[in-house]
């Protein structure tokens, strides 16, 4: 079956710093979708990337699709304690259905 | 309004009992989803409606039974659950069933006893 890994499963970070997070995909993606999770809180939206290499940027927040459409990353330029949260990524398959396959996440911590 | 409601917010139940969660959206979504998600886990996809009608069922055992009475109302009705039943129940909607980003409800987290 399709899997979506994600590393690092947790990061701990100072305030200020940069955070990366890298999804991979067992399978080829017709896009890709990120979602935060803050601790008790449920996932939202962050942005899909669907084009093969395609960047797009959202103030601190880099998102990249690989041209191989089966990898992504999320990096977060200068931390700050309002990150904080799990971070998913979420593969849409070749099959056309709505089925997403979330990556395992990757938990931010932020030291102050 | 741009929010998918979930009632209730907690739930306790016995091995025994029939109890039903409930979502709802009023943004014209033609989408609906529930997923489950353990402690420290990713969303797991339990079931998919496009257009009121079920499109996905990612093998989910029959103590499982989701309904959908009408375009904004989505419901999960529980029966003789297990204790590793015990999750985070979470319903999103998306505009169209291809693709599109998916709206969360806050969850409804049901402790099996």
């Known amino acids: 079956g399709q899997q979506v890994m994600q590393i690092p499963q947790y990061q701990h970070v100072q305030e200020g710093e940069d955070f990366t997070t890298y999804c991979n995909s067992s399978?080829?993606?017709?896009?890709i979708q990120w979602y935060k999770q803050r601790p008790g809180g449920h996932p939202v939206f962050l942005i899909q990337l669907v084009k093969s290499g395609e960047v797009k940027k959202q103030k601190r927040l880099t998102f990249q699709f690989g041209e191989a459409k089966k990898n992504s990353s999320l990096h977060i330029t200068a931390t700050q304690t309002t990150d904080v949260g799990t971070y998913f990524c979420a593969g849409l398959g070749q099959t056309g259905a709505n089925n997403l396959f979330f990556g395992t996440g990757t938990r931010l911590t932020i030291i102050p | 309004d741009t929010e998918v409601t979930q009632t209730p917010k907690h739930l306790v139940m016995g091995m025994t009992n029939k109890k039903s969660l409930k979502c709802e959206q009023h943004?014209?979504?033609?989408?609906m989803y529930w997923y489950k998600q353990k402690a420290k886990k990713p969303p797991e996809l339990m079931f998919v409606y496009s257009y009121e009608k079920l499109s996905i069922n990612e093998s989910v055992p029959s103590r499982f039974s989701p309904e959908c009475p009408n375009s904004s109302l989505l419901n999960l009705h529980l029966h003789a659950l297990q204790p590793e039943d015990s999750a985070l129940y979470l319903c999103a909607s998306s505009q169209w069933t291809s693709g599109n980003e998916q709206f969360f409800g806050p969850g409804t987290r049901l402790t099996v006893l």
């Open positions: 399978t080829t993606l017709s896009n």
């Open positions: 943004m014209g979504h033609r989408a």
